[in-house]
């Protein structure tokens, strides 16, 4: 059985006391965090777990246990207002269990808002687009069935759920000022309260937030990663971050340098694969060289990383297309992609 740190609580330099709530999102020892923002206008949950296994009692034990350490008595029915900071399951997939004991108003980035009003929707059309993307990267068929079902696994719970009102990039709202940083998902939004940063998957402590290719969704991929880093250097004052993951960030700066610094090794990793190779390669046999013993669902994971490094390579003119002929021919081979030289 999974142990999870306390609750803890934090004091930002504009006068919000933030308390982080650890949940086990999903039975395979995947944690994370949701927020409660008191001092930031009407008492604020941001995100809400996954809705799976134990996350939603793991998220009232927290409610219970900011009463046992700090004295301050909260429950689900005094939250008057929701944050999901994007559109991954681990982060809305509670909300419906939420709302059947509050009726406060939810809040998304517009980019994820279809995510939650139109759920069943953005499944099909995604689900389409990774068919799609499997083709082209050259996923044997024998080996899609199996995929599908991993991508699937965790999205049968969940439906559409109504939205109160949408997020905009550089907004501020009763002292949040909100931040788009889109790449690991589209509608991605960092909070900043005075000198803390809730970053959300934008930054994690420990490690570099998983990229998928802007093939398959719109808005995300490592370019739109890469400018959103960029974009949050530029933001000064942060004392410290706090990730929807992993632990607290103290030296936020540093940690987006390394962060880049391990996609620029990546890059690398490719392009000498590709060197060593000699000859042209699908995204499959690419990722297969970068990540040999990967196993279940980081097998997907495995090409969606690689392939969201292989399509920055491309958009950036440092890969070609090798079979451009097939291509023309044929409805959707898989593409081979050589060095530029």
Same mark, same amino acid.
């Given at each position: 059985m999974?142990?999870?740190?306390?609750?803890?609580?934090?004091t930002?330099?504009?006068?919000?006391d933030?308390?982080?709530?650890?949940m086990?999102l999903?039975?395979?020892?995947?944690?994370?965090?949701?927020?409660?923002?008191?001092?930031?206008?009407?008492?604020?949950?941001?995100d809400?777990?996954?809705?799976?296994?134990?996350?939603?009692?793991?998220?009232?034990?927290?409610? *219970?246990?900011?009463?046992?350490?700090y004295?301050?008595?909260?429950?689900?029915?005094?939250?008057?207002?929701?944050?999901?900071?994007?559109?991954?399951?681990?982060?809305?997939g509670?909300?419906?269990?939420?709302?059947?004991?509050?009726?406060?108003? /939810?809040?998304?980035?517009?980019?994820?808002?279809?995510v939650?009003?139109?759920?069943?929707?953005? /499944?099909?059309? @995604?689900?389409?687009?990774?068919?799609? +993307?499997f083709?082209?990267?050259?996923?044997?068929?024998?080996?899609?069935? @199996?995929?599908?079902?991993?991508?699937?696994?965790?999205?049968?719970?969940?439906?559409?759920i109504?939205?109160?009102?949408s997020?905009?990039?550089?907004?501020?709202?009763?002292?949040?000022?909100?931040?788009?940083?889109?790449?690991?998902?589209?509608?991605?939004?960092c909070?900043?309260?005075?000198?803390?940063?809730?970053?959300?998957?934008? /930054?994690?402590?420990?490690?570099?937030?998983?990229?998928?290719?802007?093939?398959?969704?719109?808005?995300?991929?490592?370019?739109? +990663?890469?400018?959103?880093?960029?974009?949050?250097?530029?933001?000064?004052?942060?004392?410290?971050?706090?990730?929807?993951?992993?632990?607290?960030?103290?030296?936020? +700066?540093?940690?987006i340098n390394?962060? *880049? @610094?391990?996609?620029?090794?990546?890059?690398?990793?490719?392009?000498?694969?590709?060197?060593?190779?000699?000859?042209?390669?699908?995204?499959?046999?690419?990722?297969?060289?970068?990540?040999?013993?990967?196993?279940?669902?980081?097998?997907?994971?495995?090409?969606?990383?690689?392939?969201?490094?292989?399509?920055?390579?491309?958009?950036?003119?440092?890969?070609?297309i090798?079979?451009?002929?097939?291509?023309? @021919?044929?409805?959707?081979?898989?593409?081979?992609?050589?060095?530029?030289?």
């Amino acid at each position: 059985m999974t142990n999870l740190p306390p609750v803890e609580r934090f004091t930002s330099s504009s006068g919000v006391d933030i308390y982080r709530l650890p949940m086990l999102l999903f039975p395979s020892d995947f944690t994370g965090h949701a927020f409660i923002l008191d001092g930031a206008g009407p008492l604020t949950l941001v995100d809400t777990g996954s809705g799976m296994g134990r996350s939603n009692q793991d998220l009232l034990d927290g409610f *219970r246990q900011i009463g046992e350490r700090y004295g301050k008595t909260i429950t689900l029915g005094d939250i008057k207002r929701i944050i999901i900071t994007h559109g991954h399951i681990d982060h809305f997939g509670g909300l419906a269990f939420v709302l059947e004991q509050t009726d406060a108003a /939810v809040g998304i980035h517009e980019l994820d808002l279809r995510v939650l009003t139109n759920y069943e929707e953005r /499944v099909i059309v @995604a689900t389409k687009a990774l068919g799609i +993307y499997f083709d082209r990267a050259g996923i044997a068929p024998s080996q899609r069935e @199996a995929l599908f079902s991993m991508y699937g696994f965790a999205k049968k719970h969940v439906t559409s759920i109504a939205v109160d009102f949408s997020i905009e990039d550089e907004q501020i709202i009763d002292g949040m000022e909100f931040i788009h940083t889109p790449g690991h998902c589209p509608g991605q939004v960092c909070i900043r309260l005075g000198d803390i940063l809730l970053s959300a998957d934008h /930054v994690l402590s420990r490690t570099t937030p998983h990229q998928s290719p802007e093939s398959i969704t719109h808005y995300m991929g490592l370019d739109h +990663y890469a400018d959103s880093l960029r974009k949050l250097l530029r933001v000064e004052g942060i004392e410290l971050a706090l990730g929807s993951h992993e632990d607290a960030i103290h030296d936020l +700066y540093g940690r987006i340098n390394a962060i *880049r @610094a391990s996609h620029n090794r990546k890059l690398d990793r490719i392009r000498k694969i590709m060197r060593d190779q000699g000859a042209p390669m699908t995204i499959v046999e690419i990722s297969q060289a970068m990540y040999p013993d990967v196993e279940g669902y980081h097998i997907l994971l495995a090409l969606e990383e690689a392939g969201a490094h292989i399509e920055y390579l491309y958009q950036h003119g440092q890969l070609s297309i090798a079979n451009l002929k097939q291509i023309e @021919a044929e409805p959707n081979p898989a593409i081979l992609y050589e060095l530029h030289d």
